[in-house]
Structure formats: structure tokens, C-alpha cells
Nanobody, 115 residues
Framework: QVQLVESGGGLGQPGGSLRLSCAASGRISSINWMGWYRQAPGKLRELVAGMPSAGRTNYADSVKGRFALSRDIAKNTVYLEMNSLKSEDTAVYYC?????????WGQGTQVTVSS
């Protein structure tokens, strides 16, 4: 069984930074994709950033230039560095990986941007 454990959410200041981490454990076959989604109240879940095993990282237009996705392959961990935070970044952030033919989700971590 595969588990994703997220950490790093919480309260951020407008213009500030937060860093999210997502560590995958368990019987994981080859990871094809790692990334983050978010869901704000009353809105659909949306892709924030995603990184295929080979290829370029994709970012939502709303976070380009502010957020950066990275990963540590040896640790099966993906990170989301969030800078220049805005109130509209407030949401529950979900980590997702695709390994083999299966997709796995984290439990979600709340990010609130407020002064």
C-alpha cells in the first residue's frame, strides 16, 4: 500500500513564503508523475504544478514565477516552494503521484494566506 504524507502547510503572510513536502512510502513502482493540486472553498480542485519523470514541469498560470516544484527521487519526496503568497493561494493543497497505472493522493494540507 502506498501512503503520501504531506507537511508544511499553515498560515502564511501575503508576500511571504511556505514550503510543502510530500513523502511517498510503501510498495511504489516506478513513479511517472508527481505534483500538487489545490482546492479553495467553493471551487473545483485544480492543478498547481506537476512534474513528469521525464519532461518539463507544468505550472498553473496563477502561480508561474512564484511557485517552484522540486523532487528528491531517492526519498520519493516532492516539494512545493511557494513564494510571493497571495490571499487567493488559500486552499487545501493535495499531493498526487502516479506510479505505474495507479494514482495516489495525500490527505491534504491547509494553506491560509492572511495578514
Amino acid at each position: 500500500q502506498v501512503q503520501l504524507v504531506e507537511s508544511g502547510g499553515g498560515l502564511g503572510q501575503p508576500g511571504g513564503s511556505l514550503r510543502l513536502s510530500c513523502a511517498a512510502s510503501g510498495r511504489i513502482s516506478s513513479i511517472n508523475w508527481m505534483g500538487w493540486y489545490r482546492q479553495a472553498p467553493g471551487k473545483l480542485r485544480e492543478l498547481v504544478a506537476g512534474m513528469p519523470s521525464a519532461g518539463r514541469t507544468n505550472y498553473a498560470d496563477s502561480v508561474k514565477g512564484r511557485f517552484a516544484l522540486s523532487r528528491d527521487i531517492a526519498k520519493n519526496t516532492v516539494y512545493l516552494e511557494m513564494n510571493s503568497l497571495k490571499s487567493e493561494d488559500t486552499a487545501v493543497y493535495y499531493c498526487k503521484i502516479i506510479a505505474g497505472l495507479s494514482a495516489y493522493w495525500g490527505q491534504g494540507t491547509q494553506v491560509t494566506v492572511s495578514s
